[in-house]
């Protein structure tokens, strides 16, 4: 995992009021690198009484979620096909009870966790869709972000008129929305068309 892709997730949760803690900053030699959990969130006042979560998290359920490990694949030019997910046994590392176990004495876990998959993408046809959410489920993932959510959220709550010394993320967001480089969603429903030269 990117540090890059990391520094996404770890800012939408914690603009969500989630406490994120990383397994480790630092990579063992001789060991694969995308088998562990890359973090652990909790959440400190969860909304209770809402139902099960959706497999396809959005934002506006996020606050259902308590407690959760995370795990990041940011291959930002793959969509997750039912062929990837069947090709790249190392998506489902995680999974593994031995790495699960050791997760949950590195984080001191207690009670029940959502096993949350942060992906680039999924299909956009229905049938491929719930092919590759059905394998997801089938191996055990609780539920999955797609990147488009978290970054289209971000670029929503990162303002103009706001320092984010802090987040080099956020600041990066916030100048390339001043200079009109980002705009927020909503606003290109009305884009002005573009006048032809002549």
Known sequence: MSAVSETMVREYFELHDFLVRQERKYIVRGRETDDGIDFFVWNPSPLQGQGTIPFLLGTENLKCVKQ????V???HTETFTPGT??????IFRFLNPKVFDQAARTFGISGPLTKILIVPS???TEDLRDQSIKLLK???VDAVIVFRTLLADLILHTEINRNYDKSDLLQIIR???NYGFIKDLQMELFKPVRQKMK
Do not use: H, M
């Open 122 to 124: 999924l299909p956009q």
């Open 85 to 90: 997910l069947e090709n790249s046994p190392e």
């Open 175 to 177: 100048v390339l929305k």
């Open 138 to 140: 089938d191996k055990g």
């Open 68 to 71: 959760a490990i995370v795990v």
């Open 73 to 75: 694949r940011g291959w």
